[in-house]
């Protein structure tokens, strides 16, 4: 039987007002002409937008009061993330929540490092050894005398990241160490390319360089587990806006293309797709905002895992078929770099790669909902 939190969906009056204003800002500040003029810039984001979200406190939004974050949980960012993906926003505010909340999660005592991202400084995640969100990741080592060696690939906005905590191993346990990007040398970060232009990534050699911080113990494991369900669920949060983006392009395609004499929005065979595009995108949504009722400052529930796997499974599947589906309803202008289809579809492509797809996370839920 499922408990009231199983069904659990509030969304606060702080969220709503969240969300109004996260969407009034991307319409004001990132219009399509916007993104689409930083999509081959070195950093895929204007650095006047990304001060006025941290002048806005979106970079502390999920910390504590005590460390100058706003103190409205990680629930509260949900909505932020959710007008960024309708806007096609490529920012470090997903890459700096995340170390925000493995550090914050692994050793809340880390004040200094909580601080300088509240200040909007940028702080990433450096996990992955290769491209498998489920194994180990801890092929980077710490040796005898302190020093790190190894790689990590693909990691978020690792260009612009002020640190970096890697996820690491001392004598086989897992560890976090926080590595200052100026004891980087130039030639240790490797820009990756990426199909989805808003977003950036590269591989980063750590190899020779000594932490300025390590965090050991129990703590690491869950909080490592619990950071990676969280980037399911944001990640979620953007495509589930990202697919109402597509959703309201291709209607507004449909009402105004003719074709033969008629509206296309007019045959059914166009009919049919854009209304499941409409019922999954409102699917997706409703397991994304369950997920930001569920998870919470403590250690993630059996429930509150669900809910992200959920949340992330849905959420793809919406972005896939959404984007697909505007590249071929545009016709021969859908496949072109002038129309906007090919961003949804590009950015569909990133998401379900990111933090496990949909049946990296089917997989999982599966044991989790149908073992004894």
Known sequence: ??????????????????????????????????????????????????????????????????????????????????????????????????????????????????????????????????????????????????????????????????????????????????????????????ANVLIDLTKRAANVDFTGVTPTMVIKGETVVTALRDTQLLGALLIAAESTGAAARCLNSITEYLKTRKQFGKLIGSYQALKHPTVDIYVGMENARAFVYHGATVVGEEALSRDAEIACRMAKVAADDVIVFAGDRSVQFHGGFGFTWECDSTLFIRRAQWAQQMYGGAIHHRKRLASLLLDP
């Not at 219009?31 to 941290?54: N, Y």
């Open 1 to 190: 039987m499922s408990s009231l939190e199983n069904v659990a969906i509030r969304i606060t009056e702080e969220q709503g007002m969240l969300l109004d204003v996260a969407r009034g800002f991307v319409r004001d500040q990132a219009p399509i002409e916007a993104v689409r003029a930083q999509l081959e810039s070195e950093s895929g984001f204007d650095s006047t937008v990304w001060q006025a979200m941290v002048d806005m406190g979106w970079s502390g939004i999920a910390l504590p009061d005590a460390v100058g974050g706003a103190g409205m949980g990680v629930g509260s960012a949900v909505p932020v993330f959710e007008a960024l993906g309708g806007g096609l926003l490529g920012t470090p505010l997903l890459s700096a929540t995340l170390a925000g909340q493995l550090i914050w999660r692994a050793a809340g005592d880390a004040a200094k490092w909580l601080s300088r991202l509240c200040s909007g400084s940028v702080g990433t995640v450096a996990i992955l050894d290769a491209g498998d969100w489920g194994a180990a990741n801890t092929g980077v080592t710490l040796d005898g005398q302190g020093c790190l060696s190894g790689t990590k690939r693909f990691v978020a906005d690792a260009g612009v990241a002020d640190f970096f905590v890697v996820v690491a191993s001392d004598q086989g346990s897992p560890i976090l160490a926080l590595v200052e990007r100026s004891d980087l040398q130039d030639s240790a970060i490797a």
